[in-house]
């Protein structure tokens, strides 16, 4: 079966920005650099990039359009005792691929909402206990389905099934080509209108202001280089998956370069974005910009409804700030899905159609735990395993035997080959030594974390079960594609 290409290099750039964009840039961002020493969060943040983003994405690229194949079929022909990786770093996707889309649920919810600003002035009580319906529910004792949020849900779930089983060319890239110009069309109005409020700059200078006092500490870089990981779609199947779709002549190094670099200035642009709308609620509110600040799983459905309160012609600003919320989730969550059906694609060799039905339909019926009204605190605990050792697993295993098993100069070369410009030993050291040691440092780190102190008051059971379970799962095709070959 010949395998489908991107119809233009616009398209596939287009695509693996929407893969890499995602809520994460809207929110986390900001919030991780006013945690992490403001604009002196910026100076691991750019170091994190061009160690750890750049050379990953250009490793991943070159993996991916030399193999041809999806992740656990490209891992599997660098070695065939690897393959268990490639299907640990799908089963990674699929998971996040199930809650995600709750997360985009509540952005499509909200963006009807925001109309008429729907969720009234108590933002914080509407969205936990009238949309959510959060009692004393924990994640092993969810209580009944939400209707209103599986509705959304089952939106999103149509949205994302007909972009993949639609193919790269005729889905994915014709989405990506619309999403994302209407997203970054929409932030830039959104910064145009919000830099111009009362107290705009205070909160933007506040995510700039830098407090070089952290520069020293271990897990303002640790944040750094977690924070380009989770975001650039490296190191859990995406990218590999997309590359795989490249022609033979694409621009390799060119292309992870403006990958990397339009994912990060938007991130940045995101920042703008939030912090002038935290300036201005400081200012209206009589509080200091600390307090208006807070993180977590539901905060973009609590400060954002309540910014949106205070701002003139909320019935404009709302529903954009809203849509570009959906968009940046539905861009994110095809990425995901597509990772995964291409795996099973390879795998099966059935037609997109079928692949695509069975592991949408599958992933819909899954995705039900997270529309229940404990579901918010499940897919808290899911996404802390998911992206703190699920995705740094993936990352550390890949990273480590792509270049200290089998030797990164060849990769470097194959880029070069098929690259307009070259790159040089910068980037064996980058990802020989400097990245695999912040890896270990991060993954050790949070392992012990969660080991000594647990995480949020949960049971981790079902964490700990997850991923376990990704790891026996991969294991067993991997034995199961040995004893075949034998």
């Given at each position: 079966?010949?395998?489908?290409?991107?119809?233009?290099?616009?398209?596939?750039?287009?695509?693996?920005?929407?893969?890499?964009?995602?809520?994460?840039?809207?929110?986390?961002?900001?919030?991780?650099?006013?945690?992490?020493?403001?604009?002196?969060?910026?100076?691991?943040?750019?170091?994190?990039?061009?160690?750890?983003?750049?050379?990953?994405?250009?490793?991943?690229?070159?993996?991916?359009?030399?193999?041809?194949?999806?992740?656990?079929?490209?891992?599997?022909?660098?070695?065939?005792?690897?393959?268990?990786?490639?299907?640990?770093?799908?089963?990674?996707?699929?998971?996040?691929?199930?809650?995600?889309?709750?997360?985009?649920?509540?952005?499509?919810?909200?963006?009807?909402?925001?109309?008429?600003?729907?969720?009234?002035?108590?933002?914080?009580?509407?969205?936990?206990?009238?949309?959510?319906?959060?009692?004393?529910?924990?994640?092993?004792?969810?209580?009944?389905?939400?209707?209103?949020?599986?509705?959304?849900?089952?939106?999103?779930?149509?949205?994302?099934?007909?972009?993949?089983?639609?193919?790269?060319?005729?889905?994915?890239?014709r989405a990506s080509k619309i999403m994302m110009p209407i997203l970054f069309i929409m932030v830039l109005v959104l910064i145009g209108r919000m830099s111009m409020l009362p107290g705009a700059l205070d909160g933007i200078n506040y995510m700039f202001k830098p407090d070089f006092s952290k520069i020293w500490d271990v897990k303002v870089w640790a944040a750094a280089y977690g924070q380009i990981f989770f975001t650039l779609s490296i190191g859990f199947a995406i990218m590999l998956a997309y590359s795989s779709y490249l022609p033979e002549k694409s621009d390799i190094t060119n292309n992870a370069f403006m990958t990397v670099l339009i994912n990060c200035g938007f991130s940045i642009l995101a920042g703008i974005m939030i912090f002038s709308v935290l300036g201005y609620m400081a200012q209206e509110q009589g509080k200091a910009l600390t307090d208006v600040v807070s993180s977590g799983v539901g905060l973009a459905f609590v400060t954002l409804p309540e910014a949106i309160n205070l701002l003139p012609a909320p019935y404009i600003f709302g529903p954009l700030m809203f849509f570009a919320l959906v968009v940046a989730g539905l861009s994110s969550h095809i990425s995901i899905m597509e990772a995964v059906t291409s795996a099973i694609i390879d795998k099966t060799k059935w037609r997109r159609n079928k692949a695509a039905s069975i592991v949408i339909g599958t992933s819909f019926i899954v995705s039900m735990a997270f529309v229940t009204d404990g579901g918010i605190l499940l897919l808290d605990l899911v996404d802390h395993f998911a992206n703190n050792i699920g995705i740094m697993t993936g990352c550390f295993v890949e990273i480590v035997m792509m270049t200290w098993l089998f030797k990164v100069s060849d990769i470097r070369k194959y880029a070069n080959a098929k690259s307009d410009f070259s790159i040089g030993v910068w980037f064996d050291i980058c990802l020989r030594f400097i990245t695999p040691v912040i890896l270990a440092t991060i993954l050790t780190t949070k392992l012990h974390t969660l080991l000594t102190e647990g995480y949020g008051g949960y049971d981790l059971t079902v964490g700990w079960v997850i991923i376990i379970a990704l790891f026996v799962v991969g294991i067993l095709i991997n034995l199961n594609s040995r004893s075949q070959e034998v």
């Open positions: 079966m010949k395998r489908e290409q991107w119809g233009s290099r616009a398209g596939f750039i287009l695509a693996a920005v929407g893969s890499a964009i995602g809520l994460g840039n809207i929110w986390r961002f900001p919030y991780m650099a006013y945690e992490n020493g403001g604009g002196a969060f910026f100076i691991p943040y750019l170091f994190a990039m061009l160690t750890a983003g750049i050379p990953f994405m250009i490793l991943e690229f070159s993996m991916g359009q030399k193999h041809r194949g999806s992740a656990p079929k490209t891992i599997s022909q660098i070695h065939s005792k690897f393959e268990w990786l490639g299907w640990f770093q799908v089963g990674v996707a699929a998971v996040i691929g199930v809650y995600y889309v709750a997360v985009i649920g509540w952005a499509i919810s909200y963006f009807g909402l925001s109309f008429t600003q729907g969720w009234g002035t108590e933002t914080n009580t509407f969205f936990f206990s009238n949309y959510l319906g959060l009692g004393e529910n924990t994640p092993t004792n969810l209580g009944g389905i939400r209707w209103n949020i599986a509705l959304t849900v089952a939106l999103a779930w149509g949205i994302t099934y007909i972009a993949v089983v639609n193919g790269v060319k005729s889905g994915i890239e």
